[in-house]
């Protein structure tokens, strides 16, 4: 059961291929790719395991910047972080704040990045 406020997606590719159809699409949208980080590979690195998982931070600065200024506290949750896992059973899984918990928390007067939510449907498709 995911967390208030996160939505989540059953992927129907693997998490490699989840992730990069993420990043294409995000790329061909000119959408700027802030850091792409392998869960799994840091945990390794420490002596830990951990289930396939990847964190993709990505935003567009000249969409995100005017909502900052408007709403600072947006701040906390820009850029926009999309991650992926796979669950216990195998199944692969994409997760992300909500546009409606985004828009409650920071009190925003309209409800921002449902066209980010299509992108991400799209990578888990």
Known sequence: MPAQGVSRIKSKQSLANT????????NDKGIKIFARIDQRAEAEQVGLTLRPTELIIFGDPKTGTPLMDAYPS????LPLKALIYEDTTGDVWLCFNSPEYLAERHGLATIPFEAVVKLLEAAAG
């Open 19 to 26: 992730a990069a159809r993420l990043v294409a699409l995000l």
């Open 74 to 77: 947006l701040a906390l949750d």
